[in-house]
């Protein structure tokens, strides 16, 4: 068996051209532009890339974007300053705050001074309340692109095994409670591991959709999973290659060569989730705008 390859950027593509129609619509019925504030603390390398795309992708839709850079020895204070001017400023109907930050400031502390209609990483406490109770104004980018791969593709997790190889905040426990509400696009029998499972491979052989996000590259071997299983790659790890311009690949956490001779289908790194998380970022952007009008959801 020859693995299907989940193609991300195509789909992220299909559901940017879905976020500009609806921008448009709303220029055209309410007068309002949606707009995404960004704030970055410091110069990681990994941050500011993702800020970039993100602001081309703002750009594409035809949402206003801002990024707000900020000193990496910034105190915790001047952060929270910062996402208070956000907070009260009508331009931007949705706020990123970008992780990680550095370590003299109270990550915790920053994400709940949030206002959580402007929490499109739903990463407030509030919003995640509300993902729990199933009934969720914004869920976090990665896990959400992750259902739409799956939806997308034909392969809807319901009544399915997901076994989710990583428990972070901001994908395997989202996508954990994201997938086994009782709602369109989940219902499924939801498994978490982590670092302290016992028999690891012995529960990924189990999974019909195994998810990993692990962090670490190659984690997942082919020992490890089912014939017929959906694979859907989170990790994006640099790996040291001399033979490249740039002196490293990225690698994912499951070896692909390997598992895709075993899957039914398989996301590439890069390429797979990676543009979806950005995706699904402007769609809880236009969403937020929405709330902003209508007081709801809604439509347009």
Not at 33 to 44: F, I, K, Y
Not at 53 to 68: F, L, P, W, Y
Not at 278 to 292: D, G, H, Q
Request: proline fraction near 6%; charged fraction near 25%; charge should be negative.
């Amino acid at each position: 068996m020859t693995a299907k390859i989940l193609d991300g950027q195509a789909l992220a593509k299909e559901i940017r051209g879905e976020v500009a129609a609806g921008v448009a619509e709303m220029k055209q019925r309410h007068g309002v532009t949606p707009g995404l504030a960004a704030v970055l603390v410091g110069d990681d390398p990994a941050s500011a890339i993702y800020v970039r795309n993100k602001r081309r992708a703002c750009d594409e839709v035809g949402m206003v974007s801002d990024t707000i850079l900020l000193p990496a020895d910034s105190t915790g204070e001047q952060v929270l300053d910062c996402v208070e001017k956000l907070n009260e400023d009508p331009r931007f109907h949705g706020i990123l705050v970008q992780l990680p930050l550095p370590s003299q400031i109270d990550e915790r502390l920053i994400i709940e001074s949030l206002d959580p209609a402007k929490d499109v990483d739903g990463m407030h406490p509030f919003n995640v309340g509300k993902l729990v109770q199933g009934r969720p104004d914004f869920v976090p980018g990665t896990p959400a692109g992750i259902q739409q791969i799956l939806l997308r593709n034909g392969h809807d997790p319901a009544g399915a095994n997901v076994v989710i190889c990583g428990r972070s905040d901001i994908v395997g426990k989202p996508l954990a409670l994201l997938l086994m509400q009782r709602a369109d696009g989940a219902n499924a029998t939801v498994t978490v591991c982590h670092t302290r499972t016992k028999d690891l491979a012995e529960i990924t052989r189990r999974a019909d959709i195994l998810v990993a996000a692990m962090g670490h590259p190659k984690a997942i071997t082919a020992d490890m999973v089912k014939e017929g299983v959906v694979v859907i790659d989170v990790g994006i790890n640099r790996v040291e290659d001399a033979s490249r311009k740039r002196g490293y690949r990225l690698e994912g956490d499951v070896d692909f060569e390997a598992v895709s001779e075993k899957a039914a289908a398989i996301t590439p790194v890069p390429g797979g989730v990676g543009p979806m998380t950005i995706a699904m970022l402007l769609v809880n952007t236009l969403t937020a705008t929405r709330i902003s009008i209508h007081g709801e959801k809604g439509n347009n």
